[in-house]
């Protein structure tokens, strides 16, 4: 059985850059590492827009149960 040694990543993207010019060429494997990955949004925005249409009651009352609800007659 032969053993795998895990490359550096200058190594690893060098070796990867070079399989996709080989096999597109320049210019498609520019292009495909150029691509926008669209129906992603960032993490920060995509957490954002969760909380905007977040009900908070019901969030907390899913989460803690019957805990929240005791904290909430102490108030």
């Known amino acids: 059985m032969s ?3 895990r490359m550096t990543e200058e190594r690893l993207i ?3 850059t ?3 010019i080989e096999s597109l060429g ?3 494997a520019t292009r495909f590492l ?3 990955r669209e129906g992603r949004l ?3 925005e995509r957490h954002r827009a969760w909380q905007r249409e977040l009900d908070k009651k019901l969030f907390f009352a899913e989460a803690f149960g019957a805990e929240q ?3 909430a007659g102490e108030e």
């Open 26 to 28: 320049v210019v498609e």
């Open 14 to 16: 060098r070796q990867a």
């Open 69 to 71: 609800e005791s904290k």
């Open 34 to 36: 150029t691509l926008k």
């Open 42 to 44: 960032e993490s920060v």
């Open 18 to 20: 070079d399989v996709l």
């Open 3 to 5: 053993r795998e040694t």
